[in-house]
């Protein structure tokens, strides 16, 4: 509930504050005094788009701050929490400051936050209700929440399952057609990657192979150049044919050294150490030896390794710069391969999928049907009841909710993806059921129902608004209403009602109505006038709250047109003598 709307700097309000309470609250005042401002406030502070055009000339911005009662509202306090704002004795104050060059600012709980923050934190709050909002229940999705809401749970229940379900048929036949539509391209990537696979199968190549052939290959193509040189080295340690040798002369600088030893301790550790150098020589030359003896000229096993290494180069060109990426690219393509061939069951899986679904889907839109029905039955007698407290007696809403049938597919097996079978009749879907809710106005005896686009006069429509707000208003968790003169075309004896059945609104919430009318604005248990002043050049308006003898006189002034009437003054106390019988 708003307990208080401070407003500056707004159109034609200076400074004001609008203190409210629970019940029924009016504001009044002539043509032009700013009446509607109170609704722009509110709207600004509902996280309504700013206008810079509504700063007050003059001022460098407009501000709107409303103190509001977090509880009775569920999740409020927590998403002012969430916001970063505080909430203090179960209170919180939003604001929204709009600077004239257009620039805006937004609060919750003192913290600065995005205007769509803001929008939502105060969206349960207050329902507004305008002249132009009288048009929103021309809407059939407007008249379908409406007639939800009043079903309460018996179609809150069903409608929450239709949607997951809805949604998860809706999923799974797009996966369906994008898996079918795929299907030729998958059967191609599989053929590709099969044939990889199976190719480098067919050589089997092991782990690093391409070097050791290189290296076995460079060593068969030269075996006659190592053999030589092997040879040649195995000569030059350790002649066979005389030759000076490297074992020859290191055998002479050891007998030269040893010559001396018994005259010097390092000659004698030199010639150990020539000795060791004898030894190393001896096995070297053994092994150089060895070497040479093993190398063997096998053009054979060469024609192997190239023609085997010819085929692993195949295998690179086209999967991977070496074997261990050739390897690798295999082990992902039989992955790959093992998914795409599980197409067909993917297809088959999913298929099964949509049938259950639909079949499941059939039966909810059913369940959600009755329940809509009977609601549509419940509610059409409620806000023709209030019609007739409305000054309309012999008026009849009828509610009419009916499926759109749609012709039967060709293929039962694969109907399109807004056609669903409902017992035996194939019916158009969507993500709120099958029905097609329509609000049909009677307004006068023998007359037959009409769309309220086409059967509903201005007048007519505000009442029939205002009739299903009072029908839903045990549902509606909304904790504050605002009608913005919705009683426009509406006069006399059809006045007096709308002002009655507001009052009943607001025994259940908070109720704010603009208005011109002295006969609802008789029933409220606040009034308040926005008053006009000027001095010369400037034009300001204030916001003051009534008392008795100040609600006789604005009332006698908005039946009379003019202020000092006796007999304007007369009917005044009698409208709230009347008004406040019960």
């Known amino acids: 509930m708003i307990e208080e709307l401070r407003i500056s700097s707004l159109g034609v309000i200076d400074s004001s504050t609008l203190e409210l309470g629970p019940g029924f609250t009016v504001v009044t005042g002539e043509t032009g005094a700013g009446k509607t401002m109170v609704v722009t406030a509110l709207g600004l502070l509902l996280g309504g788009r700013a206008d810079s055009g509504a ?45 004239a060059e257009g620039r805006s600012r937004a609060y919750v709980g003192g913290a600065g936050v995005p205007v769509a923050t803001l929008a939502e934190v105060a969206e349960p709050l207050v329902a507004v209700h305008g002249q132009s909002d009288q048009h929103r229940l021309l809407k059939a999705s407007t008249q379908r929440a409406a007639l939800d809401m009043y079903g309460g749970t018996a179609v809150a229940s069903p409608l929450q399952r239709y949607a997951e379900l809805h949604d998860r048929l809706v999923a799974t036949e797009r996966e369906l057609a994008e898996v079918v539509a795929s299907a030729r391209e998958r059967a191609r990537e599989a053929d590709l990657l099969r044939f990889g696979v199976e190719e480098i199968a067919a050589v089997a190549p092991q782990p690093g192979e391409d070097l050791e052939l290189a290296a076995e290959e460079a060593r068969l193509g030269h075996a006659d150049t190592l053999r030589t040189a092997a040879e040649q080295a195995r000569e030059a340690l350790s002649s066979d044919q005389g030759s000076p040798d490297a074992l020859g002369a290191v055998a002479a600088a050891r007998g030269q050294l040893e010559g001396v030893r018994e005259h010097d301790e390092a000659a004698g550790e030199l010639a150990d150490r020539v000795a060791e150098v004898t030894y190393l020589l001896s096995d070297l030359a053994a092994d150089v030896a060895s070497y040479a003896a093993g190398i063997d000229t096998d053009p054979a096993r060469l024609a192997g390794v190239s023609e085997r290494r010819a085929a692993l180069t195949g295998l690179t060109r086209k999967y991977g710069d070496s074997v261990d990426d050739v390897l690798a690219w295999g082990a992902t393509a039989e992955e790959r391969l093992l998914d795409l061939e599980g197409t067909d069951e993917t297809i088959e899986r999913l298929t099964e999928a949509r049938v259950a679904l639909r079949a499941e889907l059939a039966e909810v839109a059913e369940t959600l049907s009755a329940a809509r029905r009977d609601a549509a039955d419940r509610l059409s007698t409620a806000v023709s009841d209030e019609l007739t407290l409305l000054a309309m007696p012999d008026a009849r809403l009828t509610i009419r909710v009916a499926p759109r049938e749609v012709m039967p597919p060709a293929d039962a097996a694969h109907p399109p993806t807004d056609a669903l079978l409902v017992g035996d009749r194939w019916l158009r879907f969507h993500q709120h059921g099958v029905d097609e809710i329509e609000f049909l106005l009677a307004a006068n005896t023998g007359s037959e129902p009409r769309p309220l686009h086409k059967g509903a006069s201005g007048g007519e429509l505000s009442r029939v608004m205002l009739a299903v707000e009072v029908c839903l208003a045990d549902t509606n968790p909304v904790p504050t209403f605002v009608f913005d003169e919705v009683d426009s075309g509406v006069g006399g004896a059809a006045a007096v009602e709308i002002g009655r059945r507001l009052s009943a609104l607001a025994q259940h919430a908070q109720v704010l109505v603009v208005t011109h009318l002295p006969q609802v604005a008789a029933f409220a248990d606040r009034h308040v006038v926005v008053e006009k002043s000027s001095d010369g050049s400037v034009t300001s308006s204030g916001l003051t709250t009534l008392d008795d003898a100040g609600r006789e006189q604005e009332l006698s002034r908005m039946l009379a047109g003019l202020a000092g009437s006796d007999s304007a003054l007369a009917h005044a106390r009698e409208l709230l003598q009347m008004a406040r019988t019960p």
């Open 55 to 99: 700063v007050r000339m003059g001022a460098k911005q407009a501000r709107v701050e409303g103190v509001v009662r977090v509880d009775g509202v569920a999740g409020l306090a927590v998403a002012v929490e969430d916001a970063g704002g505080e909430v203090e004795d179960d209170q919180v104050v939003l604001a929204r400051n709009v600077s």
